[in-house]
């Protein structure tokens, strides 16, 4: 069964750090280009970082650049996004996506996704 499950979502303070894991069952997730999404409330999902399963060149949309970091353990088949100087306006439900073929920031050109997690960030 494929499967991605999100884990890591909590309340962080701005300005602090906090990170985010994203494992696969039943698929190998090098061979996918794997994506973070996020959701706020009465928005659109939109893009956040991808990184491709061909060589693992990674992309951040603007509003996250230089503050998130995404990874990936192919041992553990599992990927990572790494968040810091976090902001109010980061809050929202965080997806991870997995593409066959390559790093996209349209949400259907994902063919799994996993449940979501939950970041706040709030003094």
């Known amino acids: 069964q494929v499967q991605l499950v999100e884990s890591g979502g909590g309340l962080v303070q701005p300005g602090g750090s906090h990170g985010l894991s994203c494992a696969a069952s039943?698929?190998?997730?090098?061979?996918?280009?794997i994506g973070w999404f996020r959701q706020a409330p009465g928005k659109e999902r939109e893009g956040v970082s991808c990184?491709?399963?061909?060589?693992?060149?990674?992309y951040y949309a603007a509003s996250v650049k230089g503050r998130f970091t995404i990874s990936r353990d192919n041992a553990k088949n599992t990927v990572y996004l790494q968040m810091n100087s976090l902001k109010p306006e980061d809050t929202a439900v965080y997806y991870c996506?997995?593409?066959?073929?390559?790093?996209?920031?349209?949400?259907?050109?994902?063919?799994?996704w996993g449940q979501g997690t939950q970041v706040t960030v709030s003094s």
């Open positions: 996506a997995a593409a066959s073929n390559y790093c996209s920031g349209r949400p259907d050109e994902y063919r799994y």
């Open positions: 039943g698929f190998t997730l090098d061979s996918y280009a």
């Open positions: 990184i491709s399963s061909s060589d693992g060149t990674t």
